[in-house]
């Protein structure tokens, strides 16, 4: 069965840190250009970040741009979202999408992608 997992979400103050994994089993992620998307409350789901598929080419929203890193290591099957100086705003519901034929660019967070992972809950208040 192929599933995507996401995982590390919590509770987090203003200015934290949290470290999102994003794992796939069934299949191998080195074939996918992978994406990160949060959902908050009564909004619509927003493209966050996304990686290559070697990992040489990342794109991000201009909302997380110096304060997050996606990486990637094909290793573990695994994508990883840093998430550094976080902000009340970033609370939302973050997913992972794998696509193997979008590229890592603005386009990449164009719907629909492939695989969906279920999402892990990010909450950043004090």
């Known amino acids: 069965q192929l599933q995507l997992v996401e995982s590390g979400g919590g509770l987090v103050q203003p200015g934290g840190s949290l470290r999102l994994s994003c794992a796939a089993s069934?299949?191998?992620?080195?074939?996918?250009?992978i994406g990160w998307f949060r959902q908050a409350p009564g909004k619509e789901r927003e493209g966050v970040s996304c990686?290559?598929?070697?990992?040489?080419?990342?794109n991000y929203a201009t909302s997380v741009k110096g304060r997050f890193t996606i990486s990637r290591d094909n290793t573990k099957n695994t994508v990883y979202l840093q998430m550094n100086s976080l902000k009340p705003e970033d609370t939302a519901v973050y997913y992972c999408?794998?696509?193997?034929?979008?590229?890592?660019?603005?386009?990449?967070?164009?719907?629909?992608?492939?695989?969906w992972g279920q999402g892990t809950q990010v909450t950043v208040s004090s």
């Open positions: 999408a794998a696509d193997p034929i979008k590229t890592c660019s603005g386009s990449y967070y164009v719907f629909p992608q492939r695989y």
């Open positions: 069934g299949f191998t992620l080195d074939y996918y250009t």
């Open positions: 990686i290559s598929r070697g990992g040489g080419s990342t």
